[in-house]
């Protein structure tokens, strides 16, 4: 009996112990980052590939300076508009696995990110959302593009305000919601052929972003209680096409042409997704929009 009293006594005290050491251990949980958006939040690639090196992905590394240690949680979905972001239930566009991927199949991107963010609010410390370009996709086909724009660059405000006010909501006052533009990938479109009329495409979409996509989304976000961040602007978008030239893969271009072909693959390959060097761009806004955090 004797001997049974010290086993029990032995567990016991070997469990006190096991569980003092795992008080600590649930305060080293990382800190949460939610990302929603389209194929940019993922990372997409030309060849389809898992987007490690998108700009969610790139954040990581660039915020750990501040004080933080980031685990990623991605609700993008490739093709997502500001308008399926907050209506279309699941993701059909998902063939490729990102890296922390939260799957949701009964639920919108809005929905879904917004319960995560609800149920683990404690460890949330940033959210990103990076929608809007597909929302002008139909429009590259419209024969009155200016005003094709206009009408969606609206709606797309008004889709945005609703997305961050939903995403304030559910995180609180004191956590960063930031929404990103785009570098203005369809400045390569002055690189293909049949120049003249890549020319004009390239001026007609630098003024649709200078006028009215960015300056929808900028208050939309901000009546969300959301911050802009400007990837046009940082990448250089918004300089004038007849300016001086930049030594490029293409030869000598406007400046924001060879910039935007140094950074994304719409001059080598036609395609609106962006190499790392553009992700970082996106990254770096994104990190130094981050607050730097007192050490825990």
């Not at 016991?12 to 795992?22: G, N």
């Not at 059909?92 to 991927?101: D, F, I, L, T, Y």
């Not at 945005?160 to 609180?172: C, K, P, Y």
């Not at 096409?241 to 140094?262: D, H, K, M, T, Y």
């Amino acid at each position: 009996m004797a001997h049974q009293r010290l086993r029990l006594g032995l567990g016991a005290l070997l469990a006190s112990a096991l569980a003092l050491f795992a008080v600590p251990s649930a305060g080293l949980a990382k800190d949460l980052y939610v990302s929603l958006g389209d194929s940019y939040a993922r990372g997409s690639q030309p060849d389809r590939t898992r987007g490690d090196e998108g700009f969610v992905y790139q954040v990581p590394g660039l915020a750990r300076p501040k004080g933080y240690d980031l685990e990623v949680a991605n609700f993008g979905c490739g093709g997502a508009t500001s308008s399926s972001l907050i209506a279309t239930v699941g993701c059909q566009n998902r063939k490729v696995v990102a890296p922390g991927e939260r799957p949701y199949l009964d639920a919108t991107q809005l929905e879904a990110a917004s319960d995560f963010i609800r149920e683990n609010r404690e460890r949330v410390v940033l959210v990103t959302v990076v929608v809007g370009l597909n929302d002008l996709r139909p429009c590259l086909r419209s024969a009155t593009l200016p005003a094709c724009v206009a009408g969606r660059a609206e709606q797309a405000g008004r889709n945005v305000g609703q997305i961050a006010r939903a995403l304030r909501d559910a995180a609180g006052p004191g956590v960063p919601v930031l929404g990103l533009a785009y570098p203005n990938v369809y400045l390569g479109a002055w690189v293909r052929p049949g120049r003249k009329a890549g020319h004009r495409r390239a001026r007609e979409m630098g003024t649709a972003f200078r006028r009215y996509l960015n300056p929808a989304l900028s208050d939309g976000y901000a009546e969300g209680q959301a911050s802009f961040l400007d990837a046009t602007r940082a990448s250089g978008g918004y300089g004038t096409l007849a300016g001086g030239r930049e030594e490029g893969s293409f030869g000598r271009l406007p400046g924001p042409v060879a910039r935007i072909c140094r950074i994304s693959w719409a001059c080598d390959k036609a395609d609106i997704h962006l190499k790392r060097s553009g992700y970082r761009l996106m990254a770096e806004l994104v990190a130094a929009g981050l607050p730097r955090r007192q050490a825990r």
